[in-house]
Structure formats: C-alpha cells, structure tokens
C-alpha cells in the first residue's frame, strides 16, 4: 500500500508562499487521487483540493484564495502550492490518497494518509 510523507511546512510570514510536497512510496502515486485537507487547532479537517489520478495539475480558487496543484510523476510526488498567505491559513496539513481516481472532498473516502506538516502564517 502508498504511504505518503509531507513536508515543506514551517514559518511563513503574511503575504508570503507555500509550496508543500507529498511524496509516495510503495506504489505509484499516479494511480492514485490525492487530496489536501488542513486542521487547525479546535478545527475540523477542511478540504483545500485534490488532483485526480493521472492529472498533472489544477486550481481550486474560492474564498480562501487560490490553491495551485501539480504532479511529479518522476518523482512520485504531489505538490500544493498558495501565494499571498494570511494568517488563517496556518493549520496543520495533509495529503491523502484514494484508489477512487474521481477524488472526493471527504476525508472518509481517503484511504492513505500523510503524517501532516505545520504550517504556521505570522508576522
């Protein structure tokens, strides 16, 4: 089964970019959907975007700005990508992954999960 490891969390002041990357080992990643969620603190797990399987890239624009995502097939890597943060972006955040290559807004129908990386947006 894939697991998946996140990182490129960290410190971010306003105004600043974010570029995380979900990496997958043992199976291939582009098999799979993959979603983002984040969490923060008292919060429940919020959908930020997913790339279907085999999808190189896409956006999802909507009251917390612009998500930009795109896949590395080489390296077996999925990534997220946010210019302009604010600090209600900070959260915890996580890729998942799902053999239902249609993805899902739902953290229930992801079957694999990243540990998370911290994202904290302050000045």
């Known amino acids: ?13 306003p105004g ?27 919060e429940e797990r919020e959908f930020v975007g997913s790339l279907r399987c085999h999808i190189i890239g896409s ?9 930009t995502f795109s896949r590395d097939n080489a390296e077996n890597t999925v990534y997220l990508q946010k210019d302009s943060l604010r600090p209600e972006d900070s959260a915890t955040y996580y890729c998942a ?4 290559c249609a993805s899902s807004i739902l953290p229930k129908d992801y ?3 990243g540990q998370g990386t ?3 947006v302050s000045s």
């Open 16 to 42: 600043g970019s974010l570029r995380l990357s979900c990496a997958a080992s043992g199976g291939t990643l582009s098999e799979y959907a993959v979603g983002w969620f984040r969490q923060a603190p008292g």
């Open 59 to 67: 956006e999802h624009a909507g009251p917390r700005g612009r998500f």
């Open 111 to 113: 079957n694999y999960w």
């Open 1 to 13: 089964q894939v697991q998946l490891v996140e990182s490129g969390g960290g410190w971010v002041q």
């Open 118 to 120: 911290q994202v904290t």
């Open 97 to 100: 992954a799902t053999t239902n």
